[in-house]
């Protein structure tokens, strides 16, 4: 549902994180995402990546995620 809002705010960040956030870190950021062109677009894909990385191990560790496919068994059969 929130997809198209990510392909209208996409840009924008890029360009953001490319011309504006990117400078001012560059010797921190160059060894992760590079100095080329598209450096802010690499850079927003490795938030998101990390981003994900994070939000998959909170929900492994989620104790009612994993209760879940036993209680729709549950529910189902009863």
Known sequence: MLRPLGVVIAGPLGDYLEF?????????????????????????????GVAYTILWILNYNNKNLKKLSIQVKEIVTD
């Not at 990117?22 to 894909?45: E, H, K």
């Open 20 to 48: 504006t956030f990117y400078p001012a870190n560059a010797d921190i950021l160059s060894p992760l995402v590079g100095t080329g062109p598209g450096r802010g677009y690499a850079f927003l894909f490795f938030i998101v």
